[in-house]
């Protein structure tokens, strides 16, 4: 199971450390923050606890308003608990009580001038990425003309060679060689870089090129939304697929389903411009457009 530790957070938000500087190593395995609401009031049959708590102006106005003991007893019940670490949003303050049961328990209170609602949101986005499942996969992943891409094949078979050629014509790298695959969820995969290779590109015969260096930023982007899967393979005589509409064949990445397609090689074919057509193409369907459909409603009026 992938974790993340609670200092991470510390970095990524520039939170300040109210309590709990040698627990900030404390994991993180819960990709959704929570905001304890019920459990203020005794009902904890459902409480998430390994999750990051966030303390609103809701949270901390309602325990100011509770007496001494009252106080004491509410927050007492929630640290046992012992979740990752506690939030303090809007930059609120008088947690003297707060502060001491988060000591007793070595528990990591932070806090943060950002709004309860802006902070949420960044950080569930943020630990979404962090704890997505990942799987490493050999090819390109680029981003052609918004549409991110899983361009695969065999080992020099031209994948990189046709990612420099649609690079050239504006579209952008995200990952050469070795792509890093996170599922955000059952429709949603996420193509990145390992950092190591990050705007690198490996062409035969010329060598490692640096792609942001030679095309300027335009040339390179950090991540993006695989949407298509497509396989360059060898020409096989006799078995070029002409029909007015492929039938669609998919791929599974972590249970994560992408439209599939092949592109067969050879010489003289523009792979980069077949590339360019079938995503604009694929574009075109998810808007409700055919062109097969509307050829085959053209002959029927003839």
Known sequence: MKCIEVKELIGKFSLEVLVGLDHIDRKIIKAKTYRPG???V??????????VQILGVKEITYLHALTEEERN??????????PPCF?????????????????????????????????????????????????????????????????RGKSGVGKSETAHTLIRRGHRLVADDIVVLKKLSDQTLLGSHN?????????????????????G???????????????????????????????PKYMDYMGVQIPH????????????????????NWYLKTQGYSAAEEFMKRLECE
């Open 261 to 280: 397609f092949e592109i067969q090689l050879q010489p003289g074919r523009d792979v980069a411009g077949l590339i360019e057509a079938a995503a604009n």
């Open 195 to 215: 950092e190591v290779s990050k705007e690198f590109l490996a062409l035969r015969s010329v060598g490692l090129i640096n792609v942001v260096r030679l095309y």
């Open 73 to 82: 007893h509410h927050i007492g019940n929630i640290v046992k608990y012992h």
């Open 87 to 151: 939030i303090v949003t809007s930059g609120q303050e008088g947690l003297k009580y707060l502060t001491k049961y988060c000591e007793e328990e070595g528990i990591p209170l932070l806090r943060t001038d950002n709004t309860t609602t802006a902070f949420m949101t960044s950080l569930d986005a943020y630990l979404q990425k962090a704890l997505a499942p990942e799987i490493a996969v050999h090819g390109v992943c680029l981003n052609v003309s918004g549409i991110g891409i899983l361009l």
């Open 42 to 51: 005794g009902y904890f049959d459902f409480f998430p606890q390994q999750h």
């Open 217 to 247: 930023r335009k040339a390179f982007q950090d991540e993006t939304r695989i949407v298509m899967d497509i396989e360059l393979i060898k020409w096989k005589d006799n078995e070029l697929n002409n029909d007015l509409e492929l039938e």
């Open 38 to 40: 019920l459990e203020f």
